[in-house]
Protein backbone atom coordinates (compact mmCIF):
# COMPACT_ATOMS: atom_id res chain seq x y z
CA UNK A 1 0.00 0.00 0.00
CA UNK A 2 1.23 3.41 -1.02
CA UNK A 3 0.94 5.41 2.22
CA UNK A 4 3.16 8.07 0.99
CA UNK A 5 0.72 8.86 -2.24
CA UNK A 6 -2.77 7.55 -1.59
CA UNK A 7 -4.44 6.69 -4.86
CA UNK A 8 -7.15 9.68 -5.46
CA UNK A 9 -10.70 9.10 -5.24
CA UNK A 10 -12.80 9.21 -8.42
CA UNK A 11 -13.66 12.68 -9.93
CA UNK A 12 -17.11 11.65 -9.27
CA UNK A 13 -17.39 10.72 -5.93
CA UNK A 14 -19.66 12.45 -3.43
CA UNK A 15 -18.79 14.13 -0.14
CA UNK A 16 -18.28 11.96 2.86
CA UNK A 17 -21.44 13.39 4.33
CA UNK A 18 -23.55 13.12 1.51
CA UNK A 19 -25.90 9.72 1.72
CA UNK A 20 -28.33 8.52 -0.97
CA UNK A 21 -32.08 9.71 -0.84
CA UNK A 22 -34.27 7.62 0.15
CA UNK A 23 -36.46 5.28 -2.54
CA UNK A 24 -39.51 7.33 -2.54
CA UNK A 25 -37.47 10.26 -3.70
CA UNK A 26 -36.34 7.78 -6.68
CA UNK A 27 -39.61 6.70 -7.81
CA UNK A 28 -41.23 9.09 -10.30
CA UNK A 29 -45.08 9.63 -9.07
CA UNK A 30 -43.61 9.74 -5.09
CA UNK A 31 -41.03 12.08 -6.15
CA UNK A 32 -43.24 14.54 -8.31
CA UNK A 33 -45.88 14.89 -5.49
CA UNK A 34 -43.35 15.31 -3.00
CA UNK A 35 -42.02 18.09 -4.89
CA UNK A 36 -45.41 19.70 -5.75
CA UNK A 37 -46.57 20.21 -2.27
CA UNK A 38 -42.95 20.12 -0.68
CA UNK A 39 -42.08 18.00 2.64
CA UNK A 40 -43.42 21.17 4.51
CA UNK A 41 -46.81 20.30 4.00
CA UNK A 42 -47.48 18.45 7.63
CA UNK A 43 -46.29 21.68 9.18
CA UNK A 44 -48.84 23.52 6.93
CA UNK A 45 -51.52 21.19 7.78
CA UNK A 46 -50.68 21.51 11.62
CA UNK A 47 -50.71 25.27 11.38
CA UNK A 48 -53.91 25.23 8.84
CA UNK A 49 -55.59 22.88 12.06
CA UNK A 50 -54.48 25.26 14.82
CA UNK A 51 -55.74 28.25 12.91
CA UNK A 52 -59.14 26.03 12.61
CA UNK A 53 -59.49 25.54 15.96
CA UNK A 54 -58.94 29.19 17.48
CA UNK A 55 -61.70 29.97 14.93
CA UNK A 56 -64.23 27.19 15.98
CA UNK A 57 -63.30 27.91 19.48
CA UNK A 58 -64.17 31.82 18.99
CA UNK A 59 -67.45 31.19 17.42
CA UNK A 60 -68.73 28.38 19.07
CA UNK A 61 -70.90 29.62 21.65
CA UNK A 62 -72.34 32.49 18.67
CA UNK A 63 -72.95 29.21 16.66
CA UNK A 64 -75.23 27.16 19.78
CA UNK A 65 -77.27 30.70 19.67
CA UNK A 66 -77.88 30.56 15.69
CA UNK A 67 -78.99 26.63 16.29
CA UNK A 68 -80.98 27.41 19.43
CA UNK A 69 -81.81 30.77 19.13
CA UNK A 70 -83.41 32.95 22.67
CA UNK A 71 -85.47 35.05 23.60
CA UNK A 72 -83.90 38.44 23.84
CA UNK A 73 -85.96 39.89 26.36
CA UNK A 74 -85.75 37.01 29.12
CA UNK A 75 -81.77 36.53 29.26
CA UNK A 76 -80.07 37.81 32.31
CA UNK A 77 -77.60 40.55 31.42
CA UNK A 78 -74.08 38.56 32.73
CA UNK A 79 -75.09 35.72 29.95
CA UNK A 80 -75.51 38.74 27.28
CA UNK A 81 -71.88 40.07 28.56
CA UNK A 82 -69.99 37.04 28.23
CA UNK A 83 -71.23 36.13 24.92
CA UNK A 84 -70.20 39.11 23.87
CA UNK A 85 -66.87 39.23 25.63
CA UNK A 86 -66.09 35.23 23.87
CA UNK A 87 -66.51 36.69 20.66
CA UNK A 88 -64.71 39.81 21.29
CA UNK A 89 -61.32 37.94 22.36
CA UNK A 90 -62.11 35.83 19.56
CA UNK A 91 -62.05 38.28 17.47
CA UNK A 92 -59.04 39.69 18.84
CA UNK A 93 -57.23 36.85 18.02
CA UNK A 94 -57.46 37.63 14.15
CA UNK A 95 -54.66 39.47 13.80
CA UNK A 96 -52.72 35.85 15.50
CA UNK A 97 -54.75 33.78 12.98
CA UNK A 98 -54.16 35.59 9.78
CA UNK A 99 -50.70 35.68 10.38
CA UNK A 100 -50.15 31.81 10.84
CA UNK A 101 -52.45 31.19 7.80
CA UNK A 102 -49.97 33.49 6.01
CA UNK A 103 -46.96 31.88 7.53
CA UNK A 104 -48.71 27.99 6.37
CA UNK A 105 -49.52 29.16 2.64
CA UNK A 106 -46.25 31.41 2.27
CA UNK A 107 -43.26 30.73 3.92
CA UNK A 108 -43.22 27.18 4.90
CA UNK A 109 -43.45 26.16 1.63
CA UNK A 110 -41.27 28.01 -0.36
CA UNK A 111 -38.56 27.00 2.66
CA UNK A 112 -38.97 23.42 1.93
CA UNK A 113 -38.90 23.41 -1.63
CA UNK A 114 -35.82 25.96 -1.64
CA UNK A 115 -34.55 23.21 0.49
CA UNK A 116 -35.16 20.31 -1.55
CA UNK A 117 -34.19 22.10 -4.79
CA UNK A 118 -30.98 23.17 -3.23
CA UNK A 119 -30.61 19.33 -2.00
CA UNK A 120 -31.20 17.80 -5.22
CA UNK A 121 -28.10 19.97 -6.55
CA UNK A 122 -25.17 19.93 -3.97
CA UNK A 123 -23.63 18.03 -1.63
CA UNK A 124 -25.63 18.57 2.13
CA UNK A 125 -24.61 17.03 5.19
CA UNK A 126 -26.09 13.94 6.46
CA UNK A 127 -28.32 15.70 8.83
CA UNK A 128 -30.04 17.51 6.35
CA UNK A 129 -30.86 14.38 4.07
CA UNK A 130 -32.36 12.87 6.84
CA UNK A 131 -34.15 15.72 7.97
CA UNK A 132 -35.63 15.80 4.45
CA UNK A 133 -36.36 12.23 4.42
CA UNK A 134 -37.95 12.38 7.67
CA UNK A 135 -40.47 14.99 6.59
CA UNK A 136 -41.22 13.39 3.44
CA UNK A 137 -41.93 9.97 5.49
CA UNK A 138 -44.67 12.04 7.04
CA UNK A 139 -45.52 14.24 3.96
CA UNK A 140 -46.40 10.88 1.81
CA UNK A 141 -48.83 9.37 3.73
CA UNK A 142 -50.88 12.83 3.48
CA UNK A 143 -51.47 12.60 0.25
CA UNK A 144 -51.47 8.74 -0.86
CA UNK A 145 -54.18 6.27 1.31
CA UNK A 146 -54.72 8.30 4.32
CA UNK A 147 -54.78 11.67 2.48
CA UNK A 148 -57.75 9.99 0.55
CA UNK A 149 -59.23 9.57 4.11
CA UNK A 150 -58.65 13.44 5.17
CA UNK A 151 -60.21 14.59 1.46
CA UNK A 152 -63.42 12.21 2.25
CA UNK A 153 -63.78 13.64 5.72
CA UNK A 154 -63.25 16.88 4.31
CA UNK A 155 -66.02 16.69 2.28
CA UNK A 156 -68.35 15.29 4.89
CA UNK A 157 -67.69 18.20 7.02
CA UNK A 158 -68.25 20.62 4.15
CA UNK A 159 -71.68 18.67 3.77
CA UNK A 160 -72.39 19.36 7.43
CA UNK A 161 -71.38 23.28 6.91
CA UNK A 162 -73.76 23.14 3.66
CA UNK A 163 -76.45 21.11 6.04
CA UNK A 164 -76.42 23.09 9.53
CA UNK A 165 -74.53 26.10 9.04
CA UNK A 166 -75.48 27.41 5.73
CA UNK A 167 -75.90 31.37 7.07
CA UNK A 168 -72.10 31.50 7.69
CA UNK A 169 -71.26 30.17 4.10
CA UNK A 170 -73.90 32.66 2.35
CA UNK A 171 -72.53 35.51 4.09
CA UNK A 172 -68.76 34.80 3.05
CA UNK A 173 -70.08 33.84 -0.29
CA UNK A 174 -72.55 36.83 -0.72
CA UNK A 175 -70.01 38.86 0.16
CA UNK A 176 -67.21 37.65 -2.31
CA UNK A 177 -69.79 37.92 -4.81
CA UNK A 178 -70.79 41.70 -4.22
CA UNK A 179 -66.75 42.66 -4.13
CA UNK A 180 -66.27 40.94 -7.58
CA UNK A 181 -64.95 43.44 -10.36
CA UNK A 182 -65.86 41.52 -13.08
CA UNK A 183 -67.38 41.19 -15.51
CA UNK A 184 -66.37 45.09 -16.13
CA UNK A 185 -69.84 45.93 -18.20
CA UNK A 186 -71.94 43.96 -15.34
CA UNK A 187 -69.96 44.11 -11.69
CA UNK A 188 -72.75 42.67 -9.31
CA UNK A 189 -72.46 45.86 -7.40
CA UNK A 190 -73.32 48.10 -10.55
CA UNK A 191 -76.68 45.46 -11.20
CA UNK A 192 -77.81 45.96 -7.47
CA UNK A 193 -77.06 49.87 -7.89
CA UNK A 194 -79.15 49.95 -11.28
CA UNK A 195 -82.00 47.54 -9.45
CA UNK A 196 -82.12 49.75 -6.07
CA UNK A 197 -81.60 53.15 -7.92
CA UNK A 198 -84.94 52.06 -10.26
CA UNK A 199 -86.86 51.56 -7.01
CA UNK A 200 -85.95 54.59 -5.76
CA UNK A 201 -87.05 56.60 -8.88
CA UNK A 202 -90.55 54.78 -9.08
CA UNK A 203 -91.21 55.45 -5.37
CA UNK A 204 -90.44 59.37 -5.81
CA UNK A 205 -93.10 59.32 -8.73
CA UNK A 206 -95.38 57.49 -7.36
CA UNK A 207 -99.00 58.65 -6.62
CA UNK A 208 -102.08 56.84 -6.17
CA UNK A 209 -105.38 57.13 -7.07
CA UNK A 210 -106.03 60.47 -4.27
CA UNK A 211 -102.61 61.93 -5.89
CA UNK A 212 -101.21 60.88 -2.46
CA UNK A 213 -96.90 60.54 -2.42
CA UNK A 214 -94.71 58.48 -0.27
CA UNK A 215 -93.65 60.62 2.88
CA UNK A 216 -90.56 58.70 3.79
CA UNK A 217 -88.10 55.57 2.92
CA UNK A 218 -87.00 53.42 5.77
CA UNK A 219 -84.55 50.69 4.29
CA UNK A 220 -84.41 47.45 6.34
CA UNK A 221 -81.10 46.36 6.02
CA UNK A 222 -79.77 43.56 7.57
CA UNK A 223 -75.88 42.10 7.27
CA UNK A 224 -74.68 42.27 3.94
CA UNK A 225 -77.93 44.32 3.38
CA UNK A 226 -76.07 47.53 5.29
CA UNK A 227 -73.33 47.32 3.17
CA UNK A 228 -75.30 47.64 -0.42
CA UNK A 229 -77.61 50.44 0.89
CA UNK A 230 -74.73 52.19 2.36
CA UNK A 231 -72.74 51.59 -0.75
CA UNK A 232 -75.90 52.89 -2.86
CA UNK A 233 -76.26 55.64 -1.00
CA UNK A 234 -72.81 57.20 -0.50
CA UNK A 235 -72.84 56.98 -4.69
CA UNK A 236 -76.06 58.51 -5.21
CA UNK A 237 -75.04 61.32 -2.75
CA UNK A 238 -71.24 62.06 -4.10
CA UNK A 239 -72.49 61.41 -7.57
CA UNK A 240 -75.20 64.08 -7.42
CA UNK A 241 -73.10 66.75 -7.99
CA UNK A 242 -71.67 66.10 -10.99
CA UNK A 243 -74.29 63.76 -12.76
CA UNK A 244 -77.50 64.78 -10.84
CA UNK A 245 -80.23 63.17 -11.70
CA UNK A 246 -83.42 64.92 -12.13
CA UNK A 247 -85.91 61.72 -11.06
CA UNK A 248 -84.08 61.44 -7.74
CA UNK A 249 -84.72 65.61 -6.44
CA UNK A 250 -87.27 64.70 -4.24
CA UNK A 251 -84.65 62.81 -1.88
CA UNK A 252 -82.69 66.01 -1.64
CA UNK A 253 -79.14 64.76 -2.61
CA UNK A 254 -76.55 66.84 -1.92
CA UNK A 255 -78.61 69.31 0.38
CA UNK A 256 -77.18 70.59 3.39
CA UNK A 257 -77.37 68.40 6.69
CA UNK A 258 -80.39 69.27 8.28
CA UNK A 259 -82.38 70.77 5.22
CA UNK A 260 -86.02 69.23 5.65
CA UNK A 261 -86.27 66.89 2.41
CA UNK A 262 -89.46 66.14 0.44
CA UNK A 263 -89.08 62.26 0.56
CA UNK A 264 -86.47 61.90 3.82
CA UNK A 265 -84.74 58.72 3.92
CA UNK A 266 -83.69 56.37 6.90
CA UNK A 267 -81.74 53.41 7.47
CA UNK A 268 -82.11 50.26 9.89
CA UNK A 269 -79.26 48.30 10.02
CA UNK A 270 -79.20 45.14 11.66
CA UNK A 271 -76.05 43.08 11.81
CA UNK A 272 -74.08 45.33 9.98
CA UNK A 273 -70.29 44.22 9.14
CA UNK A 274 -69.18 47.66 8.05
CA UNK A 275 -67.22 48.08 10.80
CA UNK A 276 -66.49 44.65 12.41
CA UNK A 277 -65.56 42.82 9.10
CA UNK A 278 -65.32 45.12 6.16
CA UNK A 279 -63.39 48.35 7.83
CA UNK A 280 -61.30 45.31 9.31
CA UNK A 281 -60.52 42.98 6.28
CA UNK A 282 -61.17 46.01 3.55
CA UNK A 283 -59.64 49.10 4.62
CA UNK A 284 -59.04 50.74 1.23
CA UNK A 285 -62.82 50.55 0.40
CA UNK A 286 -64.34 51.21 3.72
CA UNK A 287 -61.60 53.39 5.28
CA UNK A 288 -64.47 55.89 5.86
CA UNK A 289 -66.22 53.38 8.80
CA UNK A 290 -63.69 53.62 11.11
CA UNK A 291 -59.91 55.55 11.10
CA UNK A 292 -58.40 52.91 12.98
CA UNK A 293 -60.03 49.44 11.92
CA UNK A 294 -60.83 47.19 15.30
CA UNK A 295 -59.21 44.20 16.60
CA UNK A 296 -55.85 45.30 14.39
CA UNK A 297 -53.71 47.35 16.22
CA UNK A 298 -55.28 47.01 19.92
CA UNK A 299 -57.53 44.86 21.19
CA UNK A 300 -61.30 46.27 22.19
CA UNK A 301 -60.95 45.92 25.90
CA UNK A 302 -63.26 45.49 28.46
CA UNK A 303 -66.65 46.01 27.85
CA UNK A 304 -67.76 49.50 28.49
CA UNK A 305 -69.73 50.90 31.40
CA UNK A 306 -73.26 52.48 31.21
CA UNK A 307 -74.03 55.42 30.32
CA UNK A 308 -74.44 54.30 26.81
CA UNK A 309 -73.86 57.42 24.37
CA UNK A 310 -72.15 58.06 20.53
CA UNK A 311 -69.32 60.17 21.42
CA UNK A 312 -68.58 63.44 19.02
CA UNK A 313 -65.22 62.81 17.82
CA UNK A 314 -62.22 65.05 18.39
CA UNK A 315 -62.85 68.09 16.72
CA UNK A 316 -60.39 68.90 13.13
CA UNK A 317 -61.74 72.18 12.27
CA UNK A 318 -64.72 74.71 13.01
CA UNK A 319 -66.69 72.79 10.32
CA UNK A 320 -69.40 70.86 12.21
CA UNK A 321 -69.26 67.56 9.57
CA UNK A 322 -65.66 67.46 11.33
CA UNK A 323 -67.76 66.74 14.36
CA UNK A 324 -69.66 64.16 13.31
CA UNK A 325 -68.86 60.28 14.14
CA UNK A 326 -67.96 57.73 12.09
CA UNK A 327 -69.56 56.30 10.15
CA UNK A 328 -71.13 59.62 9.11
CA UNK A 329 -75.30 60.06 7.83
CA UNK A 330 -74.52 62.92 5.64
CA UNK A 331 -72.26 60.99 3.38
CA UNK A 332 -75.27 59.21 3.09
CA UNK A 333 -78.15 61.37 2.72
CA UNK A 334 -80.28 60.27 5.32
CA UNK A 335 -82.16 61.74 8.09
CA UNK A 336 -81.81 58.65 10.76
CA UNK A 337 -79.66 55.89 10.93
CA UNK A 338 -80.30 53.30 13.26
CA UNK A 339 -78.37 50.49 14.49
CA UNK A 340 -79.47 47.34 16.26
CA UNK A 341 -77.37 44.24 16.97
CA UNK A 342 -76.61 41.36 19.61
CA UNK A 343 -73.53 40.52 21.54
CA UNK A 344 -72.43 37.27 20.04
CA UNK A 345 -72.89 38.50 16.29
CA UNK A 346 -70.05 37.53 14.52
CA UNK A 347 -70.45 39.34 11.36
CA UNK A 348 -71.72 42.66 12.88
CA UNK A 349 -72.18 44.59 15.79
CA UNK A 350 -71.50 48.51 16.86
CA UNK A 351 -70.83 50.96 14.79
CA UNK A 352 -70.63 53.92 16.95
CA UNK A 353 -71.15 53.22 20.13
CA UNK A 354 -67.64 50.85 20.62
CA UNK A 355 -67.77 47.86 23.09
CA UNK A 356 -70.93 47.88 24.34
CA UNK A 357 -72.70 44.10 25.77
CA UNK A 358 -75.61 44.96 27.88
CA UNK A 359 -79.35 45.44 27.02
CA UNK A 360 -79.51 48.48 29.21
CA UNK A 361 -77.59 50.41 32.02
CA UNK A 362 -79.87 48.53 34.87
CA UNK A 363 -79.00 44.97 33.61
CA UNK A 364 -82.79 44.18 33.77
CA UNK A 365 -83.68 41.32 31.39
CA UNK A 366 -87.74 42.98 31.01
CA UNK A 367 -86.42 46.68 30.45
CA UNK A 368 -86.30 47.90 26.86
CA UNK A 369 -82.90 48.43 25.68
CA UNK A 370 -81.18 51.59 26.02
CA UNK A 371 -80.89 54.06 22.80
CA UNK A 372 -77.83 56.24 22.05
CA UNK A 373 -78.43 58.99 19.94
CA UNK A 374 -76.56 61.67 18.27
CA UNK A 375 -78.14 65.13 19.13
CA UNK A 376 -77.23 66.91 15.86
CA UNK A 377 -79.01 65.61 12.37
CA UNK A 378 -78.74 63.60 10.67
CA UNK A 379 -79.34 61.28 13.56
CA UNK A 380 -77.69 58.39 14.13
CA UNK A 381 -79.08 55.75 16.97
CA UNK A 382 -77.67 52.35 18.49
CA UNK A 383 -78.72 49.92 20.78
CA UNK A 384 -77.68 46.44 21.65
CA UNK A 385 -81.02 44.04 21.96
CA UNK A 386 -79.02 41.46 23.72
CA UNK A 387 -78.48 37.86 23.87
CA UNK A 388 -77.89 36.06 20.16
CA UNK A 389 -76.27 35.88 17.52
CA UNK A 390 -76.13 36.82 13.37
CA UNK A 391 -79.89 35.66 12.25
CA UNK A 392 -83.10 35.27 13.89
CA UNK A 393 -83.53 39.61 14.47
CA UNK A 394 -86.70 38.63 12.49
CA UNK A 395 -88.70 36.68 14.33
CA UNK A 396 -90.34 36.19 17.52
CA UNK A 397 -86.93 36.16 19.73
CA UNK A 398 -86.60 39.76 19.18
CA UNK A 399 -89.62 41.87 19.32
CA UNK A 400 -87.49 44.96 20.09
CA UNK A 401 -86.91 44.89 16.11
CA UNK A 402 -90.28 45.52 15.78
CA UNK A 403 -90.78 47.93 18.20
CA UNK A 404 -88.23 50.21 17.06
CA UNK A 405 -88.97 50.19 13.60
CA UNK A 406 -92.50 51.11 14.09
CA UNK A 407 -91.25 54.26 16.20
CA UNK A 408 -89.32 54.99 12.67
CA UNK A 409 -92.38 55.15 10.88
CA UNK A 410 -94.62 56.84 13.44
CA UNK A 411 -91.76 59.54 14.18
CA UNK A 412 -91.46 62.41 11.87
Known amino acids: ?35 S ?18 LTWAVLPSVVFEVEPEWTKNAASNRIRSLGVWLS ?12 LWIAIVPVPLFFFGWDWHALHHNIPLWET ?34 YLTTVLDT ?59 DLLRYLERSAKDSPDPDLTPYGFREEPGVPRKLPICVFSMGSPLRQLLNRFFP ?3 WWVSDIPDNSLADLGPPLAPPIEIKEPLPKSNKPEDQR ?18 SGDYVGRSLWVGHWLDRNSTGAATKDPDIAHTVVPPF ?13 YWDRSAPEIAKRLDELITNP
Open 172 to 230: ILDVDNYLRTSPVEGTPRALIAERCTSLLRYIAAYRDDHDRSYTKVIVVAHSLGSMVTT
Open 380 to 392: CSEMCIGLGAHTH
Open 89 to 100: RGLDNTAVLTRL
Open 37 to 54: VTPGLPITMAIFGFSLLL
Open 284 to 286: HLY
Open 1 to 35: INRVNPPAKPADAKCETQTPRSDFWSNYLDGLLLV
Open 130 to 163: RALDYAGKFTLPLIQTPGLVLAVSGAAVFGFILK
Open 325 to 342: PLPRGDEMNVTHWCNAYR
